[in-house]
């Protein structure tokens, strides 16, 4: 079985985001990129325990993007997996990330795709869904855990409200989240063989962006907290009441 | 024409659905369409959708759908939006939306705003606003192709109710096996509380409350206001918890009119989940906790004291407010 994980980069999780060129562009300087935790830590974990449980054969790793997304699809490959695709575009619009992808896939054959449940900068959950219309296959969301037995998967997914079990037959495009595996920190050895690992450069297919992002604006500060003395309970009461007028 | 896709399970719509319904006539009103509810699933007394703003409602009366398999679903939106020439497709921002709207737009190459929080400004061009960065900023997306696919964040918009009421007519579609692949083999839901995606309400915990031998404090905070509880990522990680109960970051992101954080030191990744809330109140004993400074109120102080005055405060408010 071969497993394809989708990987995106995206700006550790404390950076303070800031914009530039008259909020038009993300402020870059000193953002530390990381893997996408969801990509890393859910879906490119299980994948690789899937190999070692002997269940998948081959683990290859895809992103959509320019040669600035290289040093993080090398960590990502650090961690493990066989090759790496970098699909040589910029990402900015789901359809058209969504639609690389899926060209890819269609000359490619993969038994299971995996994204991550969201991205932490668009945190648009879209791209899984669409890879899969595109290509006409199952789609399950927020998976929590992931098994295969004889061609089926096994998971649990987040629904609202709860969780529910589900079995369908791949091939099949999953987004995973937390609960799936346990974290991996790569070690020297895979950091090593990173280096030689295949990172194939793809040039785009054509597809259209459908979406543009034409401005930035950092939420509002709050005005500042309003202490309350513990023993004003009924105040604090009151302010929720008739201030901030929620309850 | 307008689409709007309503939700319902067992003939149940949630507040979410009438909110996208309002929002849609409200663009409506402003481009002088016409909005359809698509009801997807075994339900009855549709017309009363058109209390939010619907004049026509396309019902998918088939039980199959009832468990809202993503591809099936997307499938019949598609084609009841192709059978009403709809331009705009709206979703509410939830589980099942994530599954299916961005495979509506896919199918139908429509441009897509997941997770919108404001109606689309019309004066240039169509441009949505949308949280991103995890609630550290918003981004202005533009949709440039014809049909265009909004999922909007629940609690974003609020309900406008009328009287009106809709024309309700069938829709059949001819499904393949194949859409529904996806077998469900058991549920596990909790029963008679808001979702957590949904609540207005919302009592949170963190590793200040030492262990989960003492969420008997907060389940009583939350049931005097009939608040949905919540907890930060190591209550979770610790299985004082469950799951699905986690916000920030990796877990749950929510944006209700109250959040009651106690004992929660408000992380950077615990406050992308929570910091688009209306009002946040802090109960914490460290007045250097990083929270109170994403706080609209706060308390300093010991939980174990304090959470059982503020129930008894709020049960004496709803009292007075019955009485
Ligand atoms: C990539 C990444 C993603 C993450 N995602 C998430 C996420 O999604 N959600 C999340 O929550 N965290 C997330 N975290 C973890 C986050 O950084 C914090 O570690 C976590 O939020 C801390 O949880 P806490 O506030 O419950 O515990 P603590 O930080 O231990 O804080 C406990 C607080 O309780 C107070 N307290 C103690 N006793 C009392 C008392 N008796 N009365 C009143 N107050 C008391 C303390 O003063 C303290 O402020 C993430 C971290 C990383 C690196
Ligand atoms: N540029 C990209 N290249 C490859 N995969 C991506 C890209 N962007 C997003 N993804 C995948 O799609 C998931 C959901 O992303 P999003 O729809 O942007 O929230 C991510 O967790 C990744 O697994």
């Known amino acids: 079985m071969k497993i394809l994980v989708c990987i995106t980069k995206a700006p550790d999780t404390t950076t303070k985001i800031a914009f530039s060129d008259n909020n038009t562009k993300l402020n870059d300087a000193g953002v530390q990129w990381i893997i996408n935790p969801y990509d890393e830590w859910y879906a490119l974990v299980r994948a690789l325990e899937l190999k070692e449980a002997g269940i998948a054969s081959d683990i290859h790793l895809i992103t959509v993007g320019k040669a600035d997304t290289e040093p993080v699809i090398r960590k990502a490959l650090a961690l493990g997996g066989d090759e790496a695709i970098r699909i040589d575009a910029d990402s900015n619009d789901s359809f058209y990330v969504a639609s690389q992808i899926a060209d890819y896939v269609k000359s490619n054959a993969y038994e299971l795709i995996l994204t991550g449940k969201e991205s932490i900068d668009y945190n648009n959950a879209s791209i899984g869904a669409m890879v899969a219309e595109l290509l006409d296959l199952p789609y399950i969301t927020h998976v929590c855990k992931l098994d295969i037995e004889a061609g089926v998967a096994h998971v649990n997914r987040e629904i609202e409200g709860g969780e529910e079990s589900n079995t369908c037959p791949l091939p099949l495009v999953i987004s995973c989240q937390k609960g799936m595996s346990e974290a991996r920190i790569p070690n020297m050895r895979g950091i090593m063989a990173a280096r030689t690992k295949p990172l194939k450069v793809v040039p785009p297919s054509n597809a259209d962006s459908l979406t543009e992002i034409i401005a930035y604006e950092t939420p509002l500060q709050k005005q500042g907290v309003k202490m309350i003395d513990p023993d004003q309970m009924d105040e604090l009461v009151r302010l929720l009441h008739e201030e901030a007028k929620v309850i | 024409m307008i689409l709007v896709y309503t939700e319902q399970q067992n003939g149940i719509f949630k507040k979410a659905a009438y909110e996208a319904i ?49 591809k099936a679903c997307a499938k019949a939106i598609c084609s009841i939006a192709n059978a009403q020439q709809a331009d ?18 896919a199918q139908l190459k429509a441009g897509l705003v997941a997770g919108a929080v404001s109606l689309p400004d019309l004066s240039q061009g169509f441009v949505v606003k949308k949280s991103v960065f995890s609630g550290k900023a918003f981004a202005f997306v533009q949709i440039k192709s014809a049909i265009k696919v909004i999922s909007l964040t629940p609690n974003a918009y609020g309900v406008n109710k009328t009287t009106a009421t809709a024309t309700v007519s069938n829709h059949t579609i001819d499904f393949a096996s194949t859409d529904f692949a996806v077998k469900v083999i058991s549920e596990n839901k909790v029963q008679g509380i808001v979702p957590l995606g949904e609540a207005e309400l919302v009592v949170s915990g963190g590793r200040g409350l030492k262990g989960p031998e003492n969420w008997g404090i907060l389940e009583e905070l939350a049931g005097s206001i009939g608040a949905t509880l919540a907890c930060s990522r190591p209550v979770a990680d610790s299985h004082w918890r469950p799951h699905h109960e986690h916000v920030g970051q990796t877990g749950g992101t ?20 929570v910091n688009s809330s209306k ?22 102080g010991d939980a174990f004291e304090i959470v059982p005055k503020l129930t008894a405060a709020f049960k004496k408010m709803k009292a007075s407010q019955q009485g």
């Open chain 2, 88 to 105: 705009i497709i709206i979703f509410s921002n939830n589980n099942t939306a994530k599954a299916v709207a961005p495979r509506v737009a």
């Open chain 2, 279 to 300: 009002t946040i109140v802090v109960i914490n004993k460290d007045a250097e906790a990083p929270f109170f400074k994403a706080a609209d109120y706060g308390v300093l």
């Open chain 2, 22 to 70: 309002s929002y849609a006539a409200n663009i409506a009103q402003s481009t002088g369409a016409q909005v359809c509810a698509v009801v997807l699933g075994e339900a009855s007394g549709l017309e009363t959708l058109g209390n939010y703003g619907a004049q026509q409602v396309v019902h998918v009366n088939d039980a199959r759908l009832n468990k809202l398999e993503a």
């Open chain 2, 254 to 273: 929510i944006r209700p009119n109250l959040y009651i954080a106690v004992g929660i030191s408000g992380a950077i990744q615990h406050l992308a989940g």
